[in-house]
Nanobody, 119 residues
Framework: QVQLVESGGGLVQPGGSLKLSCTTS???????????MSWYRQAPGKERELVAS????????NYADSVKGRFTISRDNDKKMVFLQMNSLKPEDTAVYYC?????????WGQGTQVTVSS
């Protein structure tokens, strides 16, 4: 059974940085590298939105306009992990951040990790 577990969230001041990790398990053989890995976030009272995604091979990354230049998504296929480096954090980045794995009809979500940006 595939599981995704996010970690690295917390409270940070505006302008600060956090690095989120998504640890996965249950992917058979080398199928993890087939999955498009994404980070989403959901703020209170708002819909869940795509923050960044990364494909494999090639590690092609895409970002929401609101985080371009501040966030960097990366993946380690050997460790079956995905990361989100978040710099220059703003209060509007406050949300629960979710990791998602997608390959054709196979879709898996993590349980989320809270990120709060506040002074």
């Amino acid at each position: 059974q595939v599981q995704l577990v996010e970690s690295g969230g917390g409270l940070v001041q505006p302008g600060g940085s956090l690095k989120l990790s998504c640890t996965t398990s249950g992917f058979t053989f080398n199928t993890f590298s087939n999955y498009i890995m994404s980070w989403y976030r959901q703020a209170p009272g708002k819909e869940r939105e795509l923050v960044a995604s990364i494909s494999s091979p090639g590690n092609t990354a895409n970002y929401a306009d609101s985080v371009k230049g501040r966030f960097t998504i990366s993946r380690d296929n050997d460790k079956k992990m995905v990361f989100l480096q978040m710099n220059s954090l703003k209060p509007e980045d406050t949300a629960v951040y979710y990791c998602k794995a997608t390959w054709y009809r196979s879709v898996y979500w993590g349980q989320g990790t809270q990120v709060t940006v506040s002074s």
